[in-house]
């Protein structure tokens, strides 16, 4: 399917000569630069970190302990003894190493396989992230386009009133027209006017929204080249795409593993019920100048053994607390059923957005040669005097009005077929890289 677009117009920005950029050296800035993608890097660092911490849960737990004391005791006797009374001032010194090695900690384990869950949960986050990412470049790099686009469009419009208002004018002086007339047109002037003022305003709206995914101005962009061709879904089977989502989307697969944690969740509260079985060993050394005995001491302990752990009652939080992980276990099934069913409809958009897409560019293909021919049979009706300069300007208007659809309905189909590749988790840099390939600089326009 062939595309040609025409009589893009040169608008001077100002904020004055910039370097071009195209849209691949806009993604590689919004990689670098992009608040939203650099947050979802940062979660997916912190969320990695649950793994070891998980593991942690399995292996020994071993603590070093260390004192020192100043001691003063006043010890009196009733009766004869040959112990020391009186005030004993003596200071002692103490260190140890305490070790738990869980045996039976069902619920460590359980830990331990929500952390892989949440660890590959949060690699599909961050995917999802970086083709969102790609969405965002493309939509606001359009968006600048179309604004420019659209500027262009009300200029015509305006050239085409701004003559209107003049034969008004003419035509009032010489008596064929009435003052109406001519307060009809200005008023069709003065709302281009409007109209140019909103659409001067819209490209640098458009233009700083584009900023706030670089960190930078963009300088002038790349614009379609001509005689590019679009292509139908493949395969062209909307049901087989809904199928493939269902498989790869990464918006049901951050969804599977909520529901996967949440099952695990539940069996940990439960096991939280369970007595637990730790082998526990412990190695202390006490050294006193003095004592009660009246003589100094040092003493090593070693002891090692099993410590069994059973929760009686707790005053009914254990059970409540599996209630709750029952009840959001609920919850992230019908989460899931709602990715699933969300992700279709998307898929099914999509689809039909890229096939109305391609049609309607043929329609306004079609609309664009009619304009074309409309303004060749203007200017030659002028020339033999049953056409009037106006009648060509608004001609040049239609087809200019026709020219900007088209390209608007060029730039929503590549949009829908990036955001068709998104919803079953296929898009890729690559892809943004085809469609680059589609642009040129302006100034080889």
């Known amino acids: 399917m062939r595309l040609n677009v025409l009589a893009w117009v040169a608008i001077g920005l100002a904020s004055g000569p910039a370097a071009a950029d195209d849209l691949m050296s806009v993604y590689r800035d919004a990689i670098v630069q992009d608040p939203v993608y650099a947050s979802a890097k940062s979660t997916y660092a912190a969320t990695k970190e649950k793994l070891p911490q998980g593991r942690a849960l399995l292996l020994p737990n071993a603590n070093a302990t260390a004192n020192a ?7 009196s006797y009733n009766g004869v003894t040959t112990l020391p009374q009186g005030n004993l001032n003596y200071p002692s ?57 659209n500027l262009v469009t009300v200029k015509a419009q305006k ?51 584009l ?11 790349s614009k379609p080249q001509a005689n590019v061709t679009l292509s139908s879904p493949e395969p062209n089977d909307m049901e087989a795409w809904v199928t493939a989502a269902y498989k790869n989307s ?58 069994v752990n059973y929760p009686l009652f707790q005053g009914g939080a254990l059970t409540s607390r599996v209630r709750e992980a029952i009840a959001n276990k609920s919850k992230s099934e019908e989460d899931y059923e709602n990715a699933r069913r969300t992700v279709a409809q998307n898929v099914r958009q999509a689809f039909l ?14 609309a664009v ?18 056409r009037t300069q106006v009648d060509v300007l ?5 087809l200019y009005s026709a020219e900007r659809d088209l390209a608007r309905s060029y730039y929503n189909t590549i949009l829908a077929q990036l955001r068709l590749k998104q919803t079953v988790g296929r898009l890729i840099p690559n892809d943004l890289d085809n469609v680059n390939r589609l642009l040129k600089p302006e100034q080889q326009q």
């Open 69 to 75: 004391t100043y001691n003063s005791t006043n010890i």
């Open 93 to 149: 010194f103490g260190a140890g190493v305490n070790v738990t090695q869980p045996i039976f900690r069902p619920q460590n384990n359980v830990i331990y396989e929500q952390a892989q869950i949440q660890v590959a949960q949060a690699e599909s986050q961050l995917s999802f992230s970086g083709q969102d990412l790609m969405i965002r470049v493309a939509q606001a790099y359009f968006d600048v386009l179309i604004a420019e686009y």
């Open 159 to 209: 050239v085409a009133t701004n003559e209107q208002l003049a034969q008004a004018k003419r035509n009032f002086q010489v008596g064929t027209a009435t003052i109406t007339d001519t307060y009809d047109a200005q008023a069709r002037y003065d709302l281009v006017i409007a109209q140019e003022i909103t659409a001067s305003n819209d490209i640098e709206v458009r233009r700083r929204a």
């Open 211 to 221: 900023q706030q995914i670089i960190g930078r101005l963009p300088g002038p962009l």
């Open 250 to 307: 990464l918006q049901v697969q951050i969804a599977k593993a909520s529901l996967e944690i949440a099952v695990k969740e539940v069996d940990r509260n439960r096991y939280n019920q369970y007595p637990t079985l730790d082998a526990v060993g412990s190695a202390n050394f006490l050294k006193q100048n003095n004592s009660t005995l009246g003589f100094g001491q040092d003493t090593r302990t070693l002891a090692i053994g099993l410590q």
């Open 353 to 366: 957005a890229v096939n109305t897409g391609l049609g309607e560019i043929e329609a306004l293909k079609q």
């Open 369 to 386: 040669s009619s304009n074309r021919l409309s303004v060749d049979a203007s200017k030659l009706g002028q020339e033999v005097g049953v």
């Open 394 to 398: 608004n001609a040049q208007q239609l």
